[in-house]
């Protein structure tokens, strides 16, 4: 039982910790879902109309990997591919700090990103391909995870470059705005909120169970064992119990002694007589076998059928002579209501050589003990009745 309950109670910590690990994954995967926007400065000089042209917008996405740092200077583009991924793409900056404007496609971003950032850039812009509008995509670069990196959308993207391929000069400035994704929406807060009372809910019931059931088996366990004690202690009460007398050969032994106190047997002393025939004092084996009901010697289950004691002993003749004695006066006796009266001399002539073969088959005397335990001196009576009856 201890063990089971050891068992219940190792995986009930197992699955506590298999719990803890996945929210840990789930919350690692829904992180992985958050993104950052970027407020984008753009200025240039207008020619046309003399004017500084000045626009803000909340229109730049993070990379997963950049660092959310802010990031300023002139835009300037690659010299030969537009896409930055050829292996001597290179840029031209007339001034210090400066940005490079990549167009999205044809190799990875990282390759964008490394390509500009060898060059001297302070940041990167990628922006997308054609026909995609003001949308932006969630750029993942691990290899080049160490300078500022946003995506912008087609449109602002291609006009900042053909503002720069005019000869305007273009500045933008970037600065890191708000986080976004599922974690932050209302319905997602929502929906965590409930998913974690259920979760707890859940865990909640799970132990009550555990503790109700825990309860229940511990339960069962005292009914059994009061039940248990209760059968022992009606075998206990027909165990053969004598006092010892000066005559008895356990009396003084230095052989017999009792194996649970260690003492030896004196006269006067009451002791249980086990069906095994080991022999103990009543005081000390009662409450032992209240405990563990066997033998301490042989380990004998007092609780399975007694031994028939008698079928150790050798079969002598007086036994059967009585029975068969008993047997030819009752067959005498139903005789004698058919029978004339000198056939009823002559029958109970034959039954007296009987009765006289049966006086010299007595039995010998043997030892009486003094037995302090009126069913166990019932019990032999009650067998030898039944064993005449059978007979019949």
């Not at 009460?237 to 007398?245: I, S």
């Amino acid at each position: 039982m201890k063990a089971m309950l050891g068992a219940m109670h190792g995986h009930g910590h197992s699955r506590i910790w298999l719990t803890v690990l996945v929210f840990q994954f789930c919350f690692q995967q829904y992180a992985s879902l958050i993104y950052w926007t970027a407020y984008v400065e753009v200025k240039y000089f207008d020619r046309g109309s003399n004017e500084t042209v000045y626009s803000v917008c909340e229109c730049g996405v993070f990379g997963v990997h950049s660092p959310l740092d802010s990031s300023s200077g002139l835009i300037v583009l690659p010299n030969q591919d537009p896409l930055g991924c050829s292996a001597n793409t290179t840029f031209t900056a007339s001034q210090q700090p400066w940005i490079a404007l990549i167009k999205k496609g044809n190799c990875t971003y990282s390759q964008k990103i490394q390509a500009a950032k060898q060059e001297g850039a302070s940041a990167v812009v990628i922006y997308n391909i054609d026909g995609t509008g003001n949308d932006t995509n969630l750029m993942s670069h691990s290899d080049a995870d160490d300078i500022v990196t946003i995506m912008l959308g087609n449109i602002l993207g291609t006009e900042i470059t053909k503002l720069t391929k005019n000869g305007s000069d273009v500045y933008m400035a970037i600065a890191v705005a708000n986080a976004h994704g599922l974690w932050f929406s209302a319905t997602w807060a929502y929906a965590l909120s409930f998913t974690f009372i259920g979760i707890t809910a859940i865990t909640l019931f799970y132990f009550a169970f555990l503790l109700i059931k825990r309860l229940y088996i511990n339960r069962q366990l005292r009914m059994q064992q009061r039940e248990m004690k209760k059968v022992t202690g009606n075998a206990i009460a027909k165990l053969e119990v004598r006092t010892l007398r000066t005559g008895d050969p356990e009396v003084g032994s230095e052989d017999v002694s009792c194996v649970v106190c260690t003492d030896s047997f004196t006269h006067g002393e009451k002791v249980t007589v086990l069906p095994c025939r080991h022999l103990y004092h009543k005081k000390c084996i009662e409450p032992w076998l209240l405990e563990h009901p066997t033998c301490p010697m042989c380990k004998y289950n007092i609780l399975k059928s007694k031994i028939d004691e008698e079928s150790d002993e050798q079969p002598s003749s007086s036994p059967s002579n009585d029975l068969f004695c008993l047997a030819a006066v009752r067959t005498v006796t139903s005789t004698d209501q058919h029978n004339t009266l000198g056939s009823n001399s002559q029958t109970a002539e034959t039954s007296l050589g009987h009765s006289s073969d049966c006086v010299h088959s007595e039995p010998d005397i043997q030892t009486q003990h003094i037995y302090e335990n009126q069913a166990f001196e019932e019990e032999p009576e009650i067998m030898v009745q039944q064993d005449i009856n059978s007979r019949d």
